[in-house]
């Protein structure tokens, strides 16, 4: 940062450059002070006047810290939009576990149901099976009657 001395002209109490001109308002296009303000005689890059009259009027810029602030809130951002997904997800899984629980109480009642009729096959089997072993004992000592065993 450089610059030269300087005196503010009565007229238009601005500064003046050695060269006695009114120094302009002028605005940085370079990359590192991009938008940064500064005082600059008009004839700062001419080499047959030789006036070197500089003076920044904007705070050096903390470029890292600009780029931290800049990504800080980039963060706070997407840290805003995961949030509310999160949320929405949430409110997704309480649906879909008050679904659950719904199929899950249907699921009972129908494996119930089946094992409810496995049941009645079951009892008319044993009394099937009681029917035709009750007619085949008591066939069994007919057939002795008959002396066909020893």
């Known amino acids: ?80 939009i995961l949030t509310k997904e999160v949320e929405e997800i949430t409110r997704e899984n309480k649906v879909l576990r008050k679904k659950n629980e719904k199929l899950t109480k249907k699921l009972q009642k129908a494996e119930a149901e089946v094992f409810g009729h496995k049941m009645k096959w079951l009892i008319i089997l044993v009394v099937c099976i009681v029917v035709w072993f009750m007619k085949n004992v008591v066939a069994v000592p007919n057939i002795r009657n008959l002396k066909y065993l020893p």
């Open 1 to 80: 940062m450089s610059s030269s001395s300087s005196h503010f002209n009565s007229i238009n109490e601005g500064p003046t450059c050695k060269c006695g001109i009114p120094a302009p308002i002028r605005t940085s296009k370079t990359e590192t002070n991009r938008g940064r303000r500064f005082l600059g005689c008009i004839n700062y890059k001419v080499p047959s006047v030789g006036c070197d009259f500089f003076f920044w009027i904007d705070p050096e810029r903390d470029m890292q810290k600009e780029m931290l602030e800049a990504n800080n809130k980039d963060m706070q951002r997407k840290i805003s």
